[in-house]
């Protein structure tokens, strides 16, 4: 099966790597990926690597994405950055991580806010959704999913959805090495798709990205960008390693291609 869809890969570097080390992994990248027509990388370093790496990458290669940002767009908000601020350095920006909602309390009208602060900006937010290990044992999966999708797409319109990416980032999959199976990451999407269908109809049902998210490492890659509901995926811990985040991007982009990798084969 020939797959003909273009894939998104985002690199989540969290709180690591100061600006040497970063602008050294890029360099790296740099060397390892290809422009590829199907595929975008996005990376997302701490804030402060941004400007610095906006004048160092490849922007046929590589875009970039905030991790987070503040929803009002400037004033007396002491340590906030704001996606007006950002406006001219980053594509995308990451919504509503589930560290930023478990960790930082960030509220389903709080992560709403920053989506449509975001698009007012001219940034595509990259919105996360999923369920802890007590939500999922407890039969709560598709009702927080459904919670937290249709609250972030409160203030924004059925143009702007059609542009959104969604990432299902099971909160128990992050992190750990325990990446979820991709028969639940399907179910999850359907999900998902099926909450945007009624808000916002089929166009935007069928055209919204969704990624996966959690433990992702290169063996896994296939498994998920076969699924015909996956658009790409969010890397974390793996992307602070060149050889492996590169390995992740060469894989994906392979199977996208109909092709397979080399973890397929072992
Ligand atoms: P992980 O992180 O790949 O280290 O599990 C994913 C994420 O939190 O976005």
């Not at 998104?8 to 709180?15: E, G, H, P, R, S």
């Not at 987070?68 to 340590?79: C, I, P, Q, R, V």
């Not at 991007?249 to 973890?263: D, E, H, P, S």
Request: charged fraction near 20%.
């Amino acid at each position: 099966m020939t797959l003909t869809k273009k894939i998104l890969i985002v690199a989540n570097w969290k709180m690591n790597l100061n600006v040497s080390q970063a602008s050294l992994l890029v360099h790296k990248l740099d060397k390892k990926i290809p422009i590829h027509k199907d595929l975008e990388v996005v990376l997302a370093p701490p804030m402060l690597q941004l400007q610095p790496l906006s004048l160092q990458i490849d922007h046929r290669k590589f875009k970039l994405a905030s991790q987070d940002a503040y929803y009002k767009d400037e004033g007396a908000y002491t340590g906030q950055v704001s996606f007006t601020m950002l406006s001219h350095l980053v594509q995308y920006g990451i919504v509503g991580h589930s560290e930023r909602r478990n960790i930082f309390n960030e509220s389903l009208t709080e992560t709403a806010q920053k989506v449509a602060a975001a698009y007012r900006n001219g940034i595509t937010p990259i919105l996360c959704v999923g369920e802890t290990k007590i939500e999922r044992l407890s039969g709560e999966t598709n009702q927080v999913l459904h919670d937290q999708v249709v609250s972030a797409l409160s203030n924004i319109t059925s143009e702007e959805v059609r542009s959104l990416v969604i990432a299902y980032e099971p909160v128990w999959a992050i992190g750990n090495g325990e990446p979820a199976k991709p028969k639940d990451v399907a179910n999850a999407i359907k999900t998902i798709k099926l909450n945007v269908l009624e808000l916002y109809g089929k166009k935007a049902a069928e055209e919204v990205r969704i990624l996966y998210g959690g433990s992702v490492t290169p063996d896994t890659v296939s498994g998920y960008i076969r699924l015909p509901e996956v658009d790409g995926l969010l890397v974390g811990g793996a992307s602070l390693n060149y050889l492996s985040f590169s390995d992740i991007v060469a894989n994906a982009y392979r199977v996208g291609r109909g092709l397979t990798t080399k973890q397929d084969k072992a």
